[in-house]
């Protein structure tokens, strides 16, 4: 009895994520893409993380991923078929209180992320398109218990990360 079930779950997991991956966006592409858009085929994106909270940068890639996906313009995953190559360098992220409790401790704090992106062209040194000490803040409560905090700034860190790829996206795609 406890068998099927366990089996009925995982056949009901396995077709959940098939049904996602064939509706995710991604698909094949020819030469440019969408169509009469000058935009060059681009593969990545290489995040660079040079702060001290580690996994920032794959919550960043992931955002700049889902952004070219909602853009209809996909990234490519092989580096040789793409024409430039999108590259991020988390340079700084600050964590610090901006309001108290009356015992002072902590009510809110406030994230600040300095980043710079490039759009390099495959085999020339200078980029097609470079965007330096671009600033993003967001601020997240303080709540009742350590885990909802790390919540907290967890979905302030991903809120960053969106905002990130918006303006990423933004800047390569309405820059040619």
């Known amino acids: 009895m406890i068998r099927k079930r366990i089996e009925a779950?995982?056949?009901?997991?396995?077709?959940?994520?098939?049904?996602?991956?064939?509706?995710?966006g991604y698909r094949f592409v020819a030469g440019q893409l969408g169509g009469d858009s000058p935009t060059p085929l681009i593969?990545?994106?290489l995040v660079e993380n040079s702060t001290r909270y580690p996994g920032l940068e794959l919550i960043l890639a992931e955002a700049i991923a889902h952004r070219f996906i909602v853009e209809k313009r996909p990234l490519h995953k092989p580096a040789g078929e793409a024409s430039a190559r999108?590259?991020?360098?988390i340079r700084s992220l600050d964590?610090?209180?901006?309001?108290y409790r009356r015992n002072l401790t902590a009510r809110e704090y406030r994230i600040t992320m300095t980043f710079d992106a490039a759009l390099e062209r495959?085999?020339?040194?200078?980029?097609?398109?470079?965007?330096?000490?671009l600033t993003l803040i967001r601020t997240y409560?303080?709540?009742?218990?350590?885990?909802?905090t790390e919540r907290e700034k967890k979905a302030a860190l991903e809120t960053l990360s969106h905002d990130a790829a918006m303006?990423?996206?933004?800047?390569?795609l309405h820059g040619f």
Not at 167 to 172: Q, R, S, T
């Open 141 to 148: 409560r303080v709540r009742n218990t350590i885990d909802a």
């Open 95 to 99: 964590i610090e209180p901006v309001s």
């Open 167 to 172: 303006m990423i996206a933004d800047g390569i």
């Open 9 to 24: 779950a995982w056949l009901i997991a396995v077709a959940f994520i098939i049904t996602a991956a064939g509706g995710c």
């Open 43 to 45: 593969t990545g994106p």
């Open 122 to 133: 495959q085999g020339q040194a200078t980029a097609a398109w470079k965007a330096e000490g």
């Open 86 to 89: 999108l590259r991020c360098i």
